[in-house]
């Protein structure tokens, strides 16, 4: 265990290295968040929706502030797999899916928290109708943490999925290119997914993607009533099991067939 | 007490190549890395293993490393298969991959050896003794707190060699381990590697290209080639059998004319420097020496043994590799 946690910290402190990103990271998240909340305020000044729009601009809000738990990959831990290097990871007396678990998390974790502090911030400062709004209630807040918290374990179960099929194809350009947009769309960043045609929602809040950020999101604006809560958190830990689960088949069938080339 | 024992170790690869034009699919040929290689090492010795590009050599450390699963054969290593106990094996291993990294980029090295530590469940005073043991005997000291991309190549590969040993593994694998290093570098990691050896009695089995590095570690080496183990035993034995021409420099006193030589001489000048390559088992060294000192008086004159280098290619050419 003590392995894991430490690799957590070494992340941890890689990414503290790279605060000029962090700075810039913010900027182009709040420029992002006000520019999708002018879209919607210019659509409900046309044809207002069922949605009220304070609800709309906390969505937006808090899917800007944890942007980076969703699209951030740990670039070094790919350049690993594609050169070989990963060749030490291998030979250490290690669980290989944990090891990159922790590394994953600690990546997104800390991405995460450093951007959404000062945004969350600023999002508060903002007028009614542009900014933040509180939670509902404190039991909603509390169960919209604890769900964000199951987010993360699942986007990092995503991840290091990617990170399996990485180990087979060597490049994970193309199939991250694929799968951001899948999940852009799917986890309600460029839309919120609480503007979907409510048949569609039924669909892709069953999703893997609406487990990230979608869910704790509802929970958080009491779109999802408190009493809805346990439900939706069991769906989370059902997906972040299986997905965990298969992140694990791939890396056991990836560490029998691996090849690794040259010196 | 024998320590490593491998039998008949085989592994393929499939290399894909880019199809020819006109054809519908891609070519795909098998390469076979190893084609039953044997050997045992005993506990404590120091094994160079050397080899043309491609002869198998990382695929053999890979292997014992617990890295890739071979295709066929036996390995045993203090009584486990590498590849079957893999975490149990490895925890008892350390491997420097002279090509690779395996500290941090971008935090300090002092933090990439903690990492070690958690990983390999060194007890703290274990390590801290075991950490300024190796920092003192690898002179990093002053660089523990610098991150890993500031430093030389020099620097890190002393940094990597300290993080491969921190644990105090039984077994050490060292693939290229002096790659790119200059000769102050070099003399220095070889004497920290045989003092290592001798005093802790770690196993080593050391794969390079650079024959001097065998030539200061290794009682023992072993030949592969083209996936199969060619020759096992001395250094100086192997070289013997290839080590059968003589390189001659001399100068005379003002201009003289070139005496001739038997056919099988090969002679270069270079300013008033005349060169002549013979093999000294067929034609006397008496002998060439009686022709070229009547064509003149002799200034100044060596006589050498080809290089390591040489042998080692007239050796792979023998061999056909």
Not at chain 1, 108 to 121: C, D, F, T, V, W
Not at chain 2, 88 to 117: C, E, M, N, Y
């Amino acid at each position: 265990m003590r392995a894991y946690l430490s690799v957590f910290r070494m992340r941890w402190k890689m990414e503290l290295q790279y605060r000029g990103a962090v700075v810039g990271g913010v900027i182009c998240q709040m420029f992002f968040g006000l520019i999708l909340i002018a879209l919607y305020r210019a659509l409900y000044a046309g044809k207002p929706q069922t949605m009220p729009l304070s609800s709309v601009t906390t969505y937006v809000w808090l899917q800007q502030a944890f942007f980076r738990m969703l699209f951030a990959s740990d670039a070094d831990l790919l350049d690993k797999i594609r050169t070989g290097n990963i060749v030490y990871d291998l030979c250490r007396p290690l669980q290989l899916y944990g090891y990159y678990y922790s590394r994953i998390m600690a990546q997104k974790l800390l991405g995460s928290l450093l951007r959404a502090a000062p945004m969350l911030i600023f999002a508060a400062l903002l007028p009614e109708g542009w900014g933040i709004c509180a939670p509902v209630s404190l039991p909603a807040f509390c169960a919209a943490v604890f769900g964000l918290f199951l987010g993360l374990l699942c986007m990092c179960a995503l991840e290091n999925v990617t990170m399996g099929f990485t180990m087979r194809t060597l490049d994970s350009r193309g199939m991250q290119a694929m799968l951001n947009l899948l999940m852009m769309i799917l986890s309600g960043n460029i839309l919120p997914l609480t503007l979907f045609p409510d048949g569609w929602q039924k669909v892709i809040t069953a999703l893997p993607y609406a487990q990230l950020l979608d869910a704790p999101i509802r929970l958080y604006t009491g779109e999802r009533a408190l009493s809805a809560a346990p439900a939706a958190l069991l769906l989370q830990a059902a997906w972040t099991a299986a997905i965990v689960g298969l992140g694990l088949l791939l890396w056991r069938s990836n560490q029998k067939k691996m090849i690794l080339q040259g010196g | 007490m024998r320590y490593i024992t491998v039998e008949n170790l085989a592994k393929t690869f499939t290399v894909r190549k880019k199809r020819e034009k006109g054809r519908l699919l891609r070519e795909k040929t098998e390469v076979q890395a190893l084609r039953g290689v044997s050997f045992s090492i005993e506990r404590g010795e120091l094994v160079g293993c050397i080899g043309p590009n491609g002869a198998g050599k990382s695929t053999t450390v890979k292997i014992l490393s617990g890295i890739l699963t071979p295709d066929g054969g036996m390995a045993d290593v203090g009584g486990l298969t590498p590849w079957k106990d893999r975490r149990k094996h490895v925890r008892r291993i350390g491997v420097v991959f002279g090509q690779r990294t395996q500290l941090w980029w971008d935090v300090p090295i002092a933090d990439s050896f903690s990492l070690l530590k958690d990983i390999y469940r060194v007890p703290d005073a274990d390590f801290r003794r075991r950490r300024d043991e190796l920092t003192e005997a690898l002179n990093l000291g002053d660089l523990l707190r610098t991150p890993l991309r500031l430093l030389s190549l020099g620097q890190r590969m002393r940094s990597e060699l300290c993080g491969s040993l921190l644990h105090g593994p039984e077994l050490l694998f060292l693939d290229e381990p002096t790659i790119g290093l200059d000769a102050v570098s070099k003399l220095a990691l070889r004497d920290f590697l045989k003092r290592e050896n001798e005093k802790s009695g770690t196993t080593v089995l050391l794969t390079t290209h650079d024959m001097e590095d065998i030539a200061a570690l290794c009682p023992r080496v072993m030949v592969l080639g083209h996936g199969s183990k060619l020759y096992d035993g001395a250094l100086p034995a192997l070289l013997s059998r290839y080590d059968t021409q003589r390189v001659m420099t001399l100068r005379y006193d003002g201009d003289v004319d070139f005496p001739a030589l038997p056919e099988d001489c090969q002679v270069s000048r270079e300013g008033d420097a005349f060169r002549v390559v013979y093999d000294h088992e067929r034609i006397p060294t008496a002998h060439i020496m009686s022709l070229l000192q009547s064509a003149g008086p002799i200034r100044e004159w060596t006589a050498q043994p080809q290089n390591v280098d040489h042998l080692i290619a007239a050796m792979y050419r023998e061999m056909d590799l």
